[in-house]
C-alpha cells in the first residue's frame, strides 16, 4: 500500500470557506447541490447523474484509504452548508507530487472569491505542509476560461495531452497540464493573494 502523505482528517479553514474530508454522510447533501448539469459541463464524469455520483464519491472515499487521493467538502462557514468539493489525487509522496482537481461551486458562488481562496488553502498546505516539489492542475485544452485562471495563480502552461481522458458520453477530452513548483511558491501566494483583495473590493 502506497505511504499515506496526508493525514486524516486533515482540515483546511479559510475565512470564509473551510475545506473538510469528504464524509459518507455528506453524499445526500452535496449531491443535491452537484444536481445542477451546468456544473458538469467541462468536467469529464458528469455526476449531475445520480448513480455517477455516488460511484464517482463512494471511489474517493476507498481511494483515500489508499492513499491515492484526499477528497474534500467545501462548507461555506456563514450558513454551514456545502457549496462544492475540491481534492488532491495523483498523490505520489516519494516524488513530493501531487495534483488538485475535481473542483466545482455552485453557481450561486461563481465570480467570488472563494475558489481562490480553496486554492490558497490547498497550496497553502501542500507547499507550507508537505513541502511539495510540484503541484499538477490540469482542464480540458479548449476551456480556455478555466486556464486563464490557471495562469492568473501562477500556473506554468506544460503542453496538452492528447485524448488524454475518456469522458462519460464515452468522446475523448485533450488536457492542458499546467504546473507550479515549489520555488514559484511564493510569487504564486502573492498573485492569489491579491486576487482574493481585488474580487473581495468589487462585490
Same mark, same amino acid.
Given at each position: 500500500?502506497?505511504?499515506?502523505?496526508?493525514?486524516?482528517?486533515?482540515?483546511?479553514?479559510?475565512?470564509?470557506?473551510?475545506?473538510?474530508?469528504?464524509?459518507?454522510?455528506?453524499?445526500?447533501?452535496?449531491?443535491?447541490?452537484?444536481?445542477?448539469?451546468?456544473?458538469?459541463?467541462?468536467?469529464?464524469?458528469?455526476?449531475?447523474?445520480?448513480?455517477?455520483?455516488?460511484?464517482?464519491? $463512494?471511489?474517493?472515499?476507498? $481511494?483515500?484509504?489508499?492513499?491515492?487521493?484526499?477528497?474534500?467538502?467545501?462548507?461555506?462557514?456563514?450558513?454551514?452548508?456545502?457549496?462544492?468539493?475540491?481534492?488532491?489525487?495523483?498523490?505520489?509522496?516519494?516524488?513530493?507530487?501531487?495534483?488538485?482537481?475535481?473542483?466545482?461551486?455552485?453557481?450561486?458562488?461563481?465570480?467570488?472569491?472563494?475558489?481562490?481562496?480553496?486554492?490558497?488553502?490547498?497550496?497553502?498546505?501542500?507547499?507550507?505542509?508537505?513541502?511539495?516539489?510540484?503541484?499538477?492542475?490540469?482542464?480540458?485544452?479548449?476551456?480556455?476560461?478555466?486556464?486563464?485562471?490557471? $495562469?492568473?495563480?501562477?500556473?506554468?502552461?506544460?503542453?496538452?495531452?492528447?485524448?488524454?481522458?475518456?469522458?462519460?458520453?464515452?468522446?475523448?477530452?485533450?488536457?492542458?497540464?499546467?504546473?507550479?513548483?515549489?520555488?514559484?511558491?511564493?510569487?504564486?501566494?502573492?498573485?492569489? $493573494?491579491?486576487?482574493?483583495?481585488?474580487?473581495?473590493?468589487?462585490?
Amino acid at each position: 500500500m502506497k505511504e499515506k502523505w496526508i493525514s486524516y482528517p486533515t482540515i483546511l479553514e479559510g475565512e470564509t470557506v473551510e475545506l473538510i474530508p469528504l464524509e459518507k454522510e455528506h453524499l445526500e447533501e452535496l449531491f443535491a447541490a452537484a444536481a445542477d448539469k451546468e456544473l458538469w459541463e467541462l468536467i469529464p464524469t458528469d455526476c449531475s447523474d445520480k448513480d455517477l455520483f455516488y460511484k464517482s464519491y $463512494e471511489f474517493a472515499l476507498s $481511494e483515500r484509504e489508499t492513499g491515492n487521493q484526499y477528497p474534500f467538502v467545501i462548507r461555506h462557514k456563514e450558513t454551514g452548508k456545502l457549496i462544492g468539493s475540491t481534492r488532491f489525487f495523483e498523490i505520489y509522496p516519494a516524488d513530493r507530487k501531487l495534483e488538485i482537481g475535481w473542483t466545482w461551486i455552485i453557481k450561486e458562488f461563481w465570480g467570488t472569491a472563494i475558489n481562490l481562496e480553496c486554492k490558497l488553502l490547498l497550496l497553502t498546505f501542500c507547499f507550507d505542509i508537505l513541502k511539495t516539489n510540484r503541484v499538477q492542475l490540469k482542464t480540458k485544452d479548449n476551456n480556455f476560461r478555466s486556464r486563464k485562471a490557471i $495562469e492568473k495563480i501562477g500556473g506554468v502552461f506544460e503542453g496538452v495531452l492528447r485524448k488524454d481522458k475518456v469522458l462519460s458520453d464515452g468522446s475523448t477530452r485533450n488536457a492542458a497540464y499546467y504546473s507550479i513548483l515549489d520555488d514559484e511558491w511564493n510569487a504564486a501566494k502573492l498573485k492569489i $493573494e491579491n486576487l482574493i483583495k481585488e474580487k473581495q473590493q468589487t462585490l
